[in-house]
Nanobody, 128 residues
Framework: QVQLVESGGGSVQAGGSLRLSCAAS????????MAWFRQAPGKPREGVAF???????EYSYSVKGRFTISQDNAENTLYLQMDDLKPEDTAMYYC??????????????????????WGQGTQVTVSS
């Protein structure tokens, strides 16, 4: 069982930055696929950024060029650096993980990827 704990959410003005963290409990597998999702009230869940242990990454069109996903394997921590934030970025942000496999990059519909482990979420609010 892998536990994920997000932190770093908060309230910022448009144009500001936040850095989200997701601390994962230790696991023995050398491969993984991890992601950040978000969900705003009344809207479907959206995959925002993806990374695997091969360091391949992908971003949703809405955040590409503004958000950066990264990981610290020594600390088992996933990050999401969010710059130039916009009011439409307001949402609950969740980290997700699959352990023991890389991301299925050949499936381009990233929002349909199934993740086994999820964090409890951290709220991001961007005011105009």
């Amino acid at each position: 069982q892998v536990q994920l704990v997000e932190s770093g959410g908060g309230s910022v003005q448009a144009g500001g930055s936040l850095r989200l963290s997701c601390a994962a409990s230790r696991y023995t597998y050398s491969t993984h696929c991890m992601a950040w999702f978000r969900q705003a009230p009344g809207k479907p869940r959206e995959g925002v950024a993806f990374i695997d242990s091969a360091l391949d990454t992908e971003y949703s069109y809405s955040v590409k060029g503004r958000f950066t996903i990264s990981q610290d394997n020594a600390e088992n921590t996933l990050y999401l650096q969010m710059d130039d934030l916009k009011p439409e970025d307001t949402a609950m942000y969740y980290c997700a993980a699959n352990i023991g496999s890389l991301c299925p990059w050949s499936d381009y519909d990233y929002n349909t990827w199934s993740f086994v482990y999820w964090g409890q979420g951290t709220q991001v609010t961007v005011s105009s």
